[in-house]
């Protein structure tokens, strides 16, 4: 893809200073562990130890393409839920972007890059360390700035459903459900929020400052199959346990990617009363 406007005003470069307790070349061995023993260790981030990074600026150098680029996607992201909530009759408050490097405080606790890019919806922030991008193509084959961007336009897609509502009612039923019936909750979530990056894809395609590439839409899917519960279980302990799932199948995750890129339509990602979910 390639980004021809300005970049966001919405980012914030804190990767200045900051701990190097778990560095960044770990980004999904949390999410392994949770596939793994059926739980999401996610929420021990805040039990990391360390401080926030040093000076935080607004904006990134001119001279960091990879950086840049996620200015350029971030923007993109901001004009097509702009247009969408107005349709909605509603105004899109525009999340924040954190980079990092290494380990961050956000108002969901600490972090460190090991947990990977997340969406923290006590201060509206994505938090991402790049090096994330650099697990996703050596490890599991994902490469391509599309790849880079669907995992961008995944996060904005929990934002969305954070503004809407729909994250609060998960967390609101947590305290009543089984493990396993709050993963299958998770799952839809999840599913829901690559719907919702695909429905960017589609509408992002019409704005004059963004065009698709060829063999854009292949690195998405890519990025979406490799980081499925089943396959990861696969690759980390031999076999897969779907009570454990907690983001949705590869498959999943690749259909409703696409789904949402091919309808653009808001109303066709109900995955929480989708049949077979």
Same mark, same amino acid.
Do not use: C
């Given at each position: 893809m390639k980004w021809f406007g300005k970049g966001s005003?919405?980012?914030?470069?804190?990767?200045?200073?900051?701990?190097t307790i778990l560095g960044g070349g770990i980004g999904i061995v949390v999410v392994i562990l949770g596939l793994i023993f059926g739980k999401d260790f996610t929420g021990l981030v805040s039990q990391i130890p360390g401080t926030e990074q040093g000076t935080v600026k607004q904006g990134v150098p001119q001279n960091d393409t990879q950086a840049q680029f996620v200015s350029g996607v971030l923007a993109s992201t901001?004009?097509?839920?702009?247009?969408?909530?107005?349709?909605?009759?509603?105004?899109y408050e525009h999340p924040r972007l954190r980079l990092f490097k290494n380990q961050v405080q956000s108002a969901c606790g600490g972090a460190s890059a090991a947990v990977g890019p997340f969406y923290c919806?006590?201060?509206?922030?994505?938090?991402?360390?790049?090096? !994330?991008?650099?697990?996703?193509?050596?490890?599991?084959?994902?490469?391509?700035? !599309?790849?880079?961007?669907?995992?961008?336009?995944?996060?904005?897609?929990?934002?969305?459903?954070?503004?809407?509502?729909?994250?609060?009612?998960?967390?609101?039923?947590?305290?009543?459900?089984?493990?396993?019936?709050?993963?299958r909750l998770s799952v839809k979530l999840e599913l829901q929020a690559d719907f919702?990056?695909?429905?960017?894809?589609?509408?992002?395609?019409?704005?004059?400052?963004?065009?698709?590439?060829?063999?854009?839409?292949?690195?998405?899917?890519?990025?979406?199959?490799?980081?499925?519960?089943?396959?990861l279980q696969k690759q980390a302990q031999g076999e897969v346990v779907p009570d454990? !799932?907690?983001?949705?199948t590869s498959q999943q995750r690749m259909?409703?990617?696409?789904?949402?890129?091919?309808?653009?339509? !808001?109303?066709?990602?109900?995955?929480?009363?989708?049949?077979?979910?």
């Open positions: 005003d919405n980012v914030e470069d804190g990767r200045s200073g900051g701990g901001e004009q097509v839920w702009d247009a969408q909530f107005r349709e909605m009759g509603r105004q919806p006590g201060d509206q922030k994505v938090y991402i360390d790049l090096s !994330f991008y650099d697990e996703l193509r050596d490890r599991f084959g994902a490469g391509g700035d !599309f790849a880079q961007a669907y995992v961008i336009a995944h996060e904005v897609g929990h934002h969305v459903q954070n503004l809407l509502g729909i994250s609060d009612k998960l967390q609101q039923a947590r305290g009543r459900l089984s493990e396993t019936e709050y993963n919702l990056a695909g429905l960017w894809a589609h509408h992002a395609q019409n704005l004059k400052e963004f065009q698709l590439e060829a063999g854009d839409l292949e690195e998405a899917l890519t990025a979406a199959n490799a980081i499925g519960d089943d396959r454990a !799932f907690t983001h949705g259909y409703w990617f696409k789904k949402g890129f091919d309808t653009g339509d !808001f109303r066709q990602g109900d995955t929480f009363n989708a049949a077979g979910l």
